[in-house]
């Protein structure tokens, strides 16, 4: 619905990055995952990177974009996103940070 109401708004680029991040976003909350999906969710960041580029020039910044490479290892690892909390490790990285 998002992409419908704002595709003539916004640049091309741009509606075709956030077209990728919300399948990788949605692949992300599955709550199941094979290696199939995994490489979906792989696909659609790959082509969100590659669209990505128009935000800069639009002065959007996203800090933690890389850590959206992290997510398929990471479902590997521990399962699917609904069964683990980044919490801890994000407020020990802030209090890390401070120091």
Not at 16 to 31: N, T
Not at 60 to 71: D, E, I, N, V
């Amino acid at each position: 619905i998002f992409l419908s109401c704002v595709h003539d708004l916004i640049p091309l680029q741009m509606a075709i990055a956030f077209r990728h991040f919300i399948d990788f976003f949605q692949q992300a909350l599955a709550k199941e995952h094979s290696e199939r999906t995994l490489a979906e969710m792989d696909q659609s960041l790959l082509l969100f990177s590659r669209h990505s580029a128009i935000f800069e020039e639009c002065k959007l910044r996203f800090p933690k974009m890389h850590a959206l490479w992290k997510y398929t290892t990471d479902i590997r690892r521990y399962g699917v996103t609904g069964n683990y909390s980044t919490t801890h490790s994000e407020r020990q990285h802030r209090k890390d940070a401070k120091e």
